[in-house]
């Protein structure tokens, strides 16, 4: 079927759509966002296996193992990556990508979630193990790990971080349910979420203390390889904050919720973050940006997380959901 | 069909259009449901602000016998208002979801009409008399000095204007989670269901505190949710059966007498997906928007976003046939999705029975099942007609312009590609904010309901 629009902006789109319907009359219909989710799922399985087409075909040019910088994996990525990555199923593992991609708005009565990453756990790694979880909450909650703390009732949000790329392990998504029936709260855990990711986001993903391995110093984050290193630098400036801080364990979340904060009261540097990563990133996300101008002098139900555009060659694509 | 000759094929003619001319639309004036009540006479449609019309067809004019009588409106009420979960944060829209008559019993007329939560039973009864001659109260009402009575006399009743009234006789609350999405009434007239999202909920209509739940496909964990119910009908005949459609393109059928709680069906309806058609958009496009049975029972209709599909209840495998409303959109799913059109909800309807049909079985009448033509909406204020026994369709437009009392409607065409012919749309031509979404037929007539978003259009077949 021709479609006008690639994979990326599919995936734009319909978190976009996710995200609008939240403020719609007559709260979240449930079957509109479990069909954008079958979208989200569609698009992501195609640009997963572009994705995973392409680093192929680098490899075969980088035959010592180096691009798989293209995982921006915590450590130098295993020499093991590279087979795991041929030899990745494709689509893979549609049963669990699904529940979890469906999640993006199965709980779209209940909750919002868009756990969009979700590499094949053949590619987890303990080393880029991280087990913070990949969601926000509201300012104010407790920190990371918690319940719901001070999350605002029935609101709480995945971060969708990497999208099943390669070399990252599949992305966490805790999220916490909010069951409009019976009215309890429960935590569902799954997997982790990459700190690189975390670091990308400008305000989100609160890692978990007590992190099984040390992430790299932002510096040795990722291995470059010719062509990349602008990319990514790039990428490491224009993010709001994230990346510099120093190695060790990510960002407390304290540091992050902080930076975060200031940045929805600022909001033309938030904009203007946004517009660097957009413009970094290469996609159009204009609609996003006035969005997240206008959400932002709104009251916060959870924590506004900048939206990201999808990277272009060589750097993970991302979608940080953005509420 | 139309100027095709032959004797059963049906010449429509514009009778009359309902609603605000301009084209400024008011959201509350968009049209939500369309319904005739089981004679015909009353026709209801429901608006996104929460109110009720209904319109009564005036008794045939012998004189007048070129045309069947004019609706027009008989009453107006204010069915739902918006509400305010505080709980949940959440706000409950007034739109009425569906409107479903209640067979008439006595003089008054009763229907069921939904809103995404509470579903709620009126009485609409005629006053044409009114009591005068109260000994304690003056005509206007105002209570007389008992002391000032000096005669005593019996009241009477004289006739005065005909009022309608509405009153609300039941409220069904409290039953949904989720989006309220049908009601049917059983044919057994006291119970009737209600669909949500995610369940079902069996109601007995003069019981209002509570109500049996007989489907419930709520997973333990939401994150494995991947299908939602989208519409659900009781069996014209069968009082313990009713079937509900998915998200997924499914049907099932459920008999009440198996078990309390129908989560397992004893009939599932699912058509194999092409592969060839697979896109980014396949599960939107085979999500069922609407299943109707057929007067009979013997099949039932279901609308996906681009096909209408006849059932025969005892094949569950495939359908027996499938026509295809707007083809040429597939190409176009992509934008549709961008502007969300890609998630309207179109309803589907039968033909009515025909007065010339001696059996309302389809069984009996296999050469010409009394079901045979079936109706829908499309774009550009189109909609499209098949006739099952001659396989023609016919795409018609609900249009102000070029239309009088009595002018035959003209055969639309949309040209999806290549060199448009003369009087042919383009696919890129079409104005898809001019969205048909709900059709009704009359119960014994040719005479059809079609709303545009905020009009109503009113057709008849030309009487020679």
Redesign the interface.
């Known amino acids: 079927?021709?479609?006008?629009?690639d994979a990326q902006s599919?995936i734009s789109?319909s978190l976009r759509?996710i995200h609008s319907s939240r403020t719609q009359?007559?709260?979240i219909?449930?079957?509109?966002n479990?069909?954008v989710s079958?979208?989200l799922r569609?698009?992501r399985q195609?640009y997963l296996s572009e994705r995973y087409a392409e680093l192929y075909r680098r490899q075969q040019h980088y035959p010592d193992g180096a691009p798989l910088l293209a995982m921006p994996v915590c450590p130098p990525p295993a020499a093991a990556a590279p087979p795991e990555l041929a030899a990745l199923p494709l689509p893979a593992d549609t049963q669990d990508r699904?529940?979890?991609s469906?999640?993006a708005a199965?709980?779209g009565?209940?909750?919002l979630e868009v756990p969009v990453c979700a590499a094949p756990p053949e590619l987890q790694r303990a080393p880029c193990r991280d087990s913070s979880p990949g969601f926000y909450r509201a300012p104010g909650s407790a920190g990371p790990g918690g319940g719901g703390g001070g999350a605002a009732?029935?609101l709480l949000y995945a971060a969708g971080c990497d999208f099943g790329s390669g070399g990252a392990p599949h992305c966490s998504s805790r999220?916490t349910?909010l069951?409009?029936?019976t009215?309890v709260v429960t935590t569902?855990e799954n997997g982790y979420l990459h700190q690189d990711c975390c670091s990308q986001c400008p305000c989100c993903c609160q890692p978990a203390p007590g992190l099984a391995s040390p992430p790299p110093a932002p510096g040795t984050k990722r291995k470059y390889y010719p062509g990349q290193e602008e990319e990514e630098e790039g990428v490491e400036e224009g993010e709001p904050g994230g990346g510099g801080v120093a190695g060790g364990p990510p960002f407390a979340p304290c540091t992050k919720r902080a930076r975060f904060e200031e940045y929805s009261a600022e909001h033309p540097q938030d904009s203007s973050n946004i517009s660097n990563l957009i413009s970094i990133f290469g996609s159009g996300f204009t609609g996003l940006v006035s969005r997240q101008q206008a959400d932002s002098e709104q009251p916060l139900n959870g924590q506004l997380c900048s939206k990201q555009a999808l990277a272009s060659l060589g750097a993970w694509t991302r979608a940080i959901v953005a509420f | 069909f139309v100027g095709a000759g032959g004797g059963n094929d049906i010449q429509w003619c514009f009778s009359q259009v309902k609603g605000a001319v301009d084209d400024d639309v008011a959201e509350a004036d968009i049209i939500s449901t369309v319904e005739f009540n089981h004679s015909g006479e009353l026709l209801a449609t429901g608006d996104k602000g929460g109110r009720v019309v209904i319109f009564q067809q005036e008794q045939e004019n012998k004189t007048q016998s070129h045309s069947r009588g004019e609706y027009n409106v008989y009453s107006t009420f204010q069915s739902h208002e918006p509400e305010f979960d505080y709980l949940k944060s959440l706000e409950i829209e007034e739109k009425i979801n569906k409107i479903r008559w209640l067979p008439q019993k006595n003089a008054a007329q009763f229907l069921l009409s939904t809103n995404d939560k509470t579903i709620k039973l009126w009485k609409i009864s005629e006053r044409d008399k009114r009591p005068e001659g109260y000994n304690l109260k003056e005509e206007d009402g105002r209570y007389r000095d008992p002391t000032t009575v000096t005669t005593l006399r019996v009241p009477v009743f004289r006739p005065m204007d005909l009022m309608v009234e509405a009153s609300p006789r039941r409220i069904f609350a409290n039953a949904h989670t989720y989006h309220i999405n049908s009601i049917s009434i059983n044919s057994d007239y006291e119970t009737y269901l209600s669909a949500d999202d995610l369940r079902i909920n069996l109601w007995h209509l003069e019981i209002t505190d509570r109500s049996f739940n007989i489907v419930d496909i709520k997973p333990a964990n939401m994150e494995e949710l991947t299908e939602v119910i989208t519409a659900a009908e009781f069996h014209p005949n069968s009082c313990s059966t009713f079937v509900y459609s998915s998200s997924k393109g499914t049907i099932r059928l459920c008999d009440m007498r198996a078990s309390a709680l129908c989560d397992r069906h004893s009939k599932l309806f699912e058509e194999p997906e092409d592969p060839s058609n697979r896109s980014f958009f396949s599960e939107i496009i085979s999500s069922i928007s609407d299943v109707k049975f057929s007067h009979s029972g013997r099949y039932m209709m279901t609308r996906d976003y681009l096909s209408v599909k006849i059932w025969d209840l005892n094949m569950e495998n495939r359908p027996v046939e499938t026509y295809q409303v707007h083809e040429y959109l597939r190409s176009k799913l992509c934008s549709l999705y961008e502007n969300d059109c890609i998630f309207d909800k179109f309803e589907c309807c039968w033909n009515g029975l025909d007065r010339q049909a001696a059996f309302p079985t389809d069984v009996l009448l296999c050469s010409s099942p009394s079901c045979s033509i079936v109706m829908t909406g499309s774009y550009n204020n189109f909609f499209r007609m098949f006739d099952r026994n001659t396989k023609r369709d016919v795409t018609l437009e609900a249009s102000r312009e070029n239309n009088k009392p009595r002018t035959v409607l003209k055969p639309r065409k949309v040209c999806a590609s290549g060199k448009r012919k003369k009087d042919e749309i383009s696919v890129d031509s079409l104005d898809f904010n001019k969205k048909i979404l709900h059709t009704a037929w009359h119960p014994k007539e040719n005479i059809i309901a079609v709303a545009t978003t905020n009009n109503l259009y009113i057709f008849q077949d030309k009487m020679n």
């Open positions: 079927m021709e479609c006008t629009l599919l789109i759509k009359r007559g709260g219909k449930l079957h509109k479990l069909l079958y979208v569609n698009a195609l699904e529940a979890r469906c999640g199965r709980g009565a209940e909750l009732p029935g999220t349910v069951d409009l029936d009215h569902v």
